[in-house]
């Protein structure tokens, strides 16, 4: 079964800091994609960026990029230039192909922007 | 619409209550999901559509769960006989190009 990890439940980072956010997933399947979705306490899950595994270059989003290692497994997410409407909850999530097949999510990162 | 709509968006039901939830997902999007979401937990996949045809409920927790698309639109996420650990955030989210926009959720609070 295919297994999302995201170790750090909390974090807190400085207004205009850079903060990053791990992840880590376990899969045998070969081609899936990556995702990072945001959701502030207002509940509504937000997509931030996607990853297609089969591509090498890291995925951006203006102020949000990924680190992606396909053999370790991982995929970071970096928020640079943080702002206050930053804070939220971040589960990062793992589909088989992008296919409109399931996600599978982490328990998430609760991170706090502080002014 | 503009985006995925859900209602009610809070829902206190007597533990034995059997409850309704609704989903307008975007309009002409295929596919739809339901998750649910314990607190302080990411969502947990529950049962897909495509149309109105169910091609995957392999995350409904127990038979008291039961989900709907007769027209391939409008979702209706039906729990039976509610208990204290159906207590959670029902999210629904409708998908365009492999890409999953989420509703804002039904919390259902059970008594």
């Known amino acids: 079964a295919q297994t999302v990890t995201q170790s750090q439940p909390e974090m807190s980072v400085q207004e205009a800091e850079t903060v990053t956010l791990s992840c880590t997933y376990d899969t045998s399947e070969n081609n899936y994609y990556l995702f990072w979705y945001k959701q502030p306490p207002s509940r509504q899950m937000i997509l931030v960026i996607r990853?297609?595994?089969?591509?090498?270059q890291n995925a951006t989003e203006n102020r949000f990029s990924v680190n992606f290692q396909k053999a370790a497994k991982s995929f970071s997410l970096k928020i640079s230039d943080s702002q206050l409407g930053d804070t939220a909850m971040y589960f990062c999530a793992w589909d088989f192909s992008g296919s409109n097949y399931k996600l599978t999510f982490g328990k998430g990162t609760l991170l706090t922007v502080n002014p | 619409g503009a985006g995925v709509s859900q209602s009610p968006r809070y829902k206190v039901a007597k533990r034995g209550q059997d409850v309704a939830l609704r989903c307008d997902p975007i309009s002409g999007h295929v596919s739809l999901f339901w998750y649910q979401q314990a607190l302080g937990q990411g969502p947990e996949f529950l049962t897909y559509?495509?149309?109105?045809?169910?091609?995957?409920k392999s995350g409904l927790p127990s038979d008291r769960f039961f989900a709907e698309r007769p027209e391939g639109s409008v979702s209706t996420l039906k729990i039976q006989r509610t208990q204290q650990e159906d207590s959670a955030v029902y999210l629904c989210a409708s998908s365009f190009e492999a890409l999953q926009f989420f509703g804002p959720g039904t919390r259902l609070t059970v008594l």
């Open positions: 559509f495509q149309n109105e045809a169910q091609l995957d």
């Open positions: 990853q297609e595994a089969y591509k090498q």
